[in-house]
């Protein structure tokens, strides 16, 4: 099994994730890290703890991290996700209870206990992580590697060019890549892709399993509005890539690419990835200093991912 760390702003797409990595025979959750995003801190951790019981999940420690991002000023994306950070999704409240200690003292537990490597799969803004990795640096040795959902080789999602968890908050993205640990980016361009047929997703919301019921409806709440601002059924099963990424690398292509995150100006939150075949060119024009090379996924097997997920 792959022992994992799920850093979460569950958010509809982190639901999906956690349901399918804890019903997944070869992830073991260590623990869930809690940060703002999708929705407020608050709302985050009891989404969590309401999912867990949706899993049938055995007992897994969960803990509230960073309520706002470590520079840009704390947003809501109740537009998106509905003030619950689970849409149109109600879930009765959950017995569960968040561990009394701070994300990032349980992520820090959790690896130093670990006689494993783990690996950090965030799918949030990535304030927990940084914290963690400025706080405890050498933890790096116990750390497999980061697989994040986040960024992107082309479009943005929450500006033209950058993608939500990134946007959120930049400067954590920024240091987490500079931890000097190897690390996965499974971005919008895959994340897009991956999705569950609108047929296969009522029948899932009409079914007799009760966790089947919640998937169901939790992949009908996902719409994209276009032009015309009318509800489009998307269906993407959106975080739980990362979590397909892991048990199923083979369906992804992926190369090893400089990445950057601009800091600046309109591009604030982009990941700028180098796919020129001369790297290095920018020797020529400066620093490349902030550049780290990271595996990215540029496309993936989609209808593959969306039957692992089922
Ligand atoms: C990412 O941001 C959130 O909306 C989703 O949960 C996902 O992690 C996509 O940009
Ligand atoms: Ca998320």
């Given at each position: 099994t792959i022992p994992v760390i799920l850093d979460v702003d569950t958010g509809v797409d982190d639901a999906l994730a956690i349901l399918f990595a804890v019903a997944h025979?070869?992830?073991?959750?260590?623990g869930i890290s809690c940060v703002a995003g999708n929705a407020s801190l608050e709302r985050v951790v009891e989404n969590t703890l309401r999912i867990l019981d949706v899993a049938n999940a055995p007992e897994i420690p969960v803990a509230a991290g960073a309520r706002r991002p470590l520079i840009s000023p704390a947003r809501s994306a109740s537009h998106v996700h509905g003030e619950s950070g689970l849409g149109t999704v109600h879930l009765p409240p959950s017995s569960r209870t968040p561990e009394p200690v701070n994300a990032v003292e349980l992520m820090r537990r959790l690896i130093t206990d670990s006689a494993r490597p783990v690996t950090l799969v965030a799918l949030a803004p990535q304030t927990n992580l940084a914290l963690l990795l400025r706080q405890y640096p050498d933890l790096a040795e116990n750390i497999e590697r980061i697989v994040f959902m986040g960024g992107s080789a082309s479009v943005g999602n929450?500006?033209?060019?950058?993608e939500f968890n990134v946007w959120h908050d930049p400067e954590a993205a920024a240091i987490v890549l500079d931890a000097g640990i190897p690390t996965f980016m499974y971005g919008l361009d895959v994340f897009n892709q991956v999705a569950i047929d609108r047929e296969v997703a009522t029948a899932l919301e009409d079914g007799d399993s009760a966790a089947g019921r919640v998937v169901g409806a939790l992949l009908t709440n996902r719409v994209a509005r276009g032009e015309s601002s009318v509800a489009e059924y998307t269906g993407l099963i959106g975080d739980a890539g990362a979590i397909c990424a892991l048990v199923d690398p083979q369906a992804l292509s992926t190369r090893m690419l400089p990445v950057r995150v601009e800091l600046q100006?309109?591009?604030?939150g982009q990941t700028i990835v180098?796919?020129?075949?001369?790297?290095?060119?920018?020797t020529l024009h400066g620093s490349i200093d902030s550049w780290e090379v990271v595996e990215v996924?540029?496309?993936?097997?989609a209808p593959r991912f969306a039957a692992l997920f089922l």
């Open positions: 025979p070869d992830i073991e959750v260590l929450a500006t033209a060019v950058a100006g309109y591009g604030r180098d796919q020129r075949s001369r790297v290095g060119e920018d996924t540029l496309d993936v097997d």
